[in-house]
Antibody, heavy 121, light 107 residues
Framework: EVQLLESGGGLAQPGGSLRLSCAASGFSFSSFAMTWVRQAPGQGLEWVSSITASGGSTYYTNSVKGRFTISRDNSKNTLYLQVISLRAEDTAIYYC??????????????WGQGTVVTVSS | EIVLTQSPATLSLSPGERATLSCRASQSVWSYLMWYQQKPGQAPRLLIYDTSNRAAGIPARFSGSGSGTDFTLTISSLEPEDFAVYYCQQRYQWPPLTFGGGTKVEI
C-alpha cells in the first residue's frame, strides 16, 4: 500500500523558514517523480514544485522560485521542501504527491494527508 | 500558463441523479486532462487521467470525456459519498501544472 506521510509544518513568522518532509513507503520511491501541491484555507489546489526520480531536474511555480527548494533522498525514501522567506500567502496545507513515471510529474496518483504551514506574526 | 475554468461553481443534486461537470482550458491541452475528488478534511484523490482513463479503484459511474479545450466529468448516478469538490488539472504544457478552481457537488 502506497503511503505518504508529511511532517515539518507549523507556525512561522513572515520571513521565517521551515523544512517539510514526506516519508514514502509501499512503492519504489526512487523510480517516480514527486511533487508538492498546496491548498490555501478555503481555496483550490496549487502546484508548487516537482522533482524527477533521480533528483536531477526540479521545477517550481513562479511565486516560490528562489525561496523554496525541493529535494529528495532516495536512500531514505524521503521528499523534502525547504521553504525560506515565508510570506502570509504561503499559508496552506502542503501535500506531497506521487507521479506516474520517473521523468515527469504529469499527475498525482497518490497523496499524503498534508502538513499545515501557517505564516503569521 | 494554461488556465482551466470549471463550471458550475456549485452543483446541487440529489442521490441517484446524474452529475455533469465542465472544465474549459484557455488553449488546447489535447487529451492531457485529469480529474480529482476532494472531500472535506481529506487529500484529493485521482479519479480520471488523460481525459477518460479511470484511476485504480475508481467506480465505473465516474467517466470523463472531451478533447482540446472542453472536457466533462460525468457521474452517472450520484452516491452519498460522491458529494465533494472536484478539480480538473492539465499536464499538456508545464511548468506550471495547473488546476481548475473546482466544482462543489452538494446535496
Amino acid at each position: 500500500e502506497v503511503q505518504l506521510l508529511e511532517s515539518g509544518g507549523g507556525l512561522a513568522q513572515p520571513g521565517g523558514s521551515l523544512r517539510l518532509s514526506c516519508a514514502a513507503s509501499g512503492f519504489s520511491f526512487s523510480s517516480f517523480a514527486m511533487t508538492w501541491v498546496r491548498q490555501a484555507p478555503g481555496q483550490g489546489l496549487e502546484w508548487v514544485s516537482s522533482i524527477t526520480a533521480s533528483g536531477g531536474s526540479t521545477y517550481y511555480t513562479n511565486s516560490v522560485k528562489g525561496r523554496f527548494t525541493i529535494s529528495r533522498d532516495n536512500s531514505k525514501n524521503t521528499l523534502y521542501l525547504q521553504v525560506i522567506s515565508l510570506r502570509a500567502e504561503d499559508t496552506a496545507i502542503y501535500y506531497c504527491a506521487k507521479g506516474p513515471i520517473a521523468t515527469d510529474p504529469y499527475y498525482f496518483e497518490y497523496w499524503g494527508q498534508g502538513t499545515v504551514v501557517t505564516v503569521s506574526s | 500558463e494554461i488556465v482551466l475554468t470549471q463550471s458550475p461553481a456549485t452543483l446541487s443534486l440529489s442521490p441517484g441523479e446524474r452529475a455533469t461537470l465542465s472544465c474549459r482550458a484557455s488553449q488546447s491541452v489535447w487529451s492531457y486532462l485529469m480529474w480529482y475528488q476532494q472531500k472535506p478534511g481529506q487529500a484529493p484523490r485521482l479519479l480520471i487521467y488523460d481525459t477518460s482513463n479511470r484511476a485504480a479503484g475508481i467506480p465505473a459511474r465516474f467517466s470523463g470525456s472531451g478533447s482540446g479545450t472542453d472536457f466533462t466529468l460525468t457521474i452517472s448516478s450520484l452516491e452519498p459519498e460522491d458529494f465533494a469538490v472536484y478539480y480538473c488539472q492539465q499536464r499538456y504544457q508545464w511548468p506550471p501544472l495547473t488546476f481548475g478552481g473546482g466544482t462543489k457537488v452538494e446535496i
